[in-house]
C-alpha cells in the first residue's frame, strides 16, 4: 500500500524557516518523480518544486531561491526547506510522486497535506 505522510508545517513569522518532509512507503521511492505542491483556496494546487529521478530540480518562479527540494532514497523520504517565508507561502502544502513528472494533479499519489502559516 502506497503511503505518503507529510509533516513539518507550523505557524512562524515572516523571515523565518520550516523544513517539510514527506516519508514515503510502498513503491520504490527512488523511480518515481517526487515533488511539492500547494493549494490557494478556490483553486487546482499548483507545483511548488520538482524533484526528477536523475538528481536534477526545479522551482515555481515564486519560491526559486528560497526553497531547496531534496530526497533522501536511503530513506525514502522527501523535504522542502523553505527559508525566507512570506505571508504569501500560507497553504497546505503536499507532497507527491508519480511516473510522471511533474506529477499529475489526478494520477499521482498524494499525501494529506501539512499547513504553513506565515504571519507579518
Known amino acids: 500500500q502506497v503511503q505518503l505522510v507529510e509533516s513539518g508545517g507550523g505557524s512562524v513569522q515572516a523571515g523565518g524557516s520550516l523544513r517539510l518532509s514527506c516519508a514515503t512507503s510502498?513503491?520504490?521511492?527512488?523511480?518515481?518523480?517526487a515533488g511539492w505542491f500547494r493549494q490557494p483556496p478556490g483553486k487546482e494546487r499548483e507545483w511548488v518544486a520538482i524533484?526528477?529521478?536523475?538528481?536534477?530540480?526545479n522551482y515555481a518562479t515564486s519560491v526559486k531561491g528560497r526553497f531547496t527540494i531534496s530526497r533522501d532514497n536511503a530513506k525514502n523520504t522527501l523535504y522542502l526547506e523553505m527559508n525566507s517565508l512570506k505571508p504569501e507561502d500560507t497553504f497546505m502544502y503536499f507532497c507527491a510522486a508519480d511516473v510522471f513528472c511533474p506529477p499529475r494533479i489526478v494520477g499521482a499519489w498524494w499525501g494529506r497535506g501539512t499547513q504553513v502559516t506565515v504571519s507579518s
Open positions: 510502498g513503491y520504490r521511492f527512488s523511480e518515481f518523480c
Open positions: 524533484s526528477y529521478t536523475n538528481g536534477s530540480t
